[in-house]
């Protein structure tokens, strides 16, 4: 999910793709051998939910996001909460941009820690444990560490 063009046909297309998305709705994906498919566009909606989820969004681009999933138009969007439409459209791709910057985050964090085998330190704010470097927190003359002791999400 390191594309926006990758997240925003995601969340666009969910209403047709997701069986989960709508309990007792019937399943898009019905047709013999695509079984396998289905379990990796339920891990891969998983996967988004986690990165939406972390990206700490207000309530009305959580509204967005649910709208446009269920398959509203911008202009549907637009009518509904008040907004014009290409306002929707500009606020969507704020969003999508957020769900991109957080993935390569989450990367780079594993990255670091599980591949270069950098220390991590704990946030006192959120408790996530993250590589203790200026990428994910904010200089302090006076800690030992030289790093502030909340991660820069947290800020």
């Not at 999910?1 to 069986?19: A, P, S, T, W």
């Not at 909606?45 to 990206?55: E, F, G, P």
């Not at 459209?89 to 599980?114: D, P």
Request: glycine share 6%.
């Amino acid at each position: 999910m390191n594309d926006i063009g990758v997240v925003e046909l995601l969340i666009e297309f969910r209403y047709k793709y997701d069986d989960n998305l709508f309990l007792g709705g019937g399943s898009t994906l019905d047709v013999t051998g695509v079984k396998a498919v289905n379990q990796e566009v339920i891990a891969t909606y998983a996967s988004l939910d986690r990165l939406i989820n972390q990206c700490n969004f207000t309530d009305q681009q959580l509204l967005l996001i649910k709208m446009v999933e269920k398959g509203y138009t911008h202009r549907e969007i637009g009518e509904a909460i008040g907004i014009e439409n290409q306002n929707v459209k500009k606020a969507l791709k704020t969003v999508y941009k957020a769900v991109v910057k957080e993935n390569e985050r989450q990367w780079r964090r594993v990255i670091y820690t599980s591949t270069l085998g950098l220390k991590t330190k704990q946030c006192n704010k959120c408790g996530e444990h993250l590589p203790a470097t200026n990428e994910f927190y904010s200089d302090n003359k006076s800690a030992k560490d030289r790093l502030l002791s909340i991660c820069k999400t947290c800020r």
